[in-house]
Nanobody, 116 residues
């Protein structure tokens, strides 16, 4: 079974950038969609970006457009999330997910903390 491992989280000041990477243990083409979610303290997990694995069609949540970008690298089996102009409200655990018709799998998450 394919496993996902996130990396790239950390602590950054307001206005800073981070690039999160999700490494898959197998081909991401076995899934139709790759996505990033986040869960802030006391809040529900929310999807923030998704991308089709074959065509690379990307969708970012409206309130994050212009700051967050999702991409995928088929050869290196990665789904990345570039985050710019970070704000304290972006503080959360960020999760990578891959979705097929049969299942949705998750990584364990990576913490992002934005200080003011």
């Amino acid at each position: 079974q394919v496993q996902l491992v996130e990396s790239g989280g950390g602590t950054v000041q307001t206005g800073g950038s981070l690039r999160l990477s999700c490494a898959a243990s197998g081909s991401i083409l076995s899934f139709t969609v790759g996505a990033w979610y986040r869960q802030a303290p006391g809040k529900e997990r929310e999807r923030i970006a998704r991308i089709t694995t074959d065509g690379g069609i990307a969708t970012v949540a409206n309130d994050l457009k212009g700051r967050f970008t999702i991409s995928r690298d088929i050869i290196n089996k990665r789904i990345d999330l570039q985050m710019n102009a970070l704000e304290p409200e972006d503080t959360a655990v960020y999760y990578c997910s891959a979705i097929s018709r049969q299942a949705q799998i998750w990584g364990r998450g990576t913490q992002v903390t934005v200080t003011s």
